[in-house]
């Protein structure tokens, strides 16, 4: 049994979850909105606001979905109740971020400014004149990829440390050539 399934989820106060009939199918509702998703080779229970998921077979691949299946239910419940959050920052001479509606406008360097549609379900505030990017979603899976996403236009680099990076993130920088 996995260590990770095995571990119950505290549902907040607030925050209510859904099991279909199958027992694999589970939506979570909470004040920062709802998330669906079919958890693969698990069943979720609901009792006393103590969710639980529990394996649905002794295999090696049932094993493997009972952490999988915990976390992601973990996730959901923790993005709708509280939300996740992802800061990016940009550093380079003239770069910079600018917002306007859903469109993230980015001069990193190019010839021409980088347009980012943000798709609907992630909410972005941008900071300290354009230099920091704040990414909130209830959805992590979905912030994660926008964020690597923005990330991947235009990625830090080991000399300089110019480019687009996560706010935890350390760069390892290199020595440039020496000079005569």
């Known amino acids: 049994m996995s260590r990770i399934g095995k571990q119950p989820i505290a549902v907040p106060n607030g925050?209510?979850?859904?099991v279909a009939s199958d027992g694999a199918t589970v939506t979570v509702k909470g004040p920062k909105g709802q998330l669906s998703r079919t958890l693969p080779l698990v069943s979720v229970t609901v009792q006393d606001g103590i969710a639980?998921?529990?394996?649905?077979?002794?295999?090696?691949?049932?094993?493997?979905?009972?952490g999988l299946g915990r976390a992601?239910?973990?996730?959901?419940?923790?993005?709708?109740?509280?939300g996740h959050k992802k800061a990016l920052t940009i550093t380079g001479t003239g770069y910079k971020a600018e917002l306007s509606g859903q469109k993230l406008t980015l001069s990193l360097g190019f010839s021409h400014p980088v347009i980012f549609e943000v798709p609907?379900?992630?909410s972005v505030a941008v900071e300290n004149r354009g230099l920091?990017?704040?990414?909130?979603?209830?959805?992590?899976?979905l912030l994660g990829a926008v964020a690597a996403k923005i990330r991947g236009f235009r990625p830090p680099e080991p000399y300089k440390g110019k480019g687009v990076a996560y706010s935890d993130e350390v760069i390892l920088r290199k020595a440039g050539k020496t000079g005569k």
């Open 72 to 82: 992601l239910l973990n996730n959901m419940v923790t993005g709708v109740s509280t």
């Open 132 to 141: 920091l990017v704040n990414l909130e979603s209830a959805d992590k899976e």
């Open 15 to 18: 925050t209510s979850v859904e």
């Open 120 to 122: 609907k379900g992630v």
């Open 52 to 66: 639980s998921v529990i394996p649905g077979g002794v295999t090696r691949e049932h094993r493997a979905c009972h």
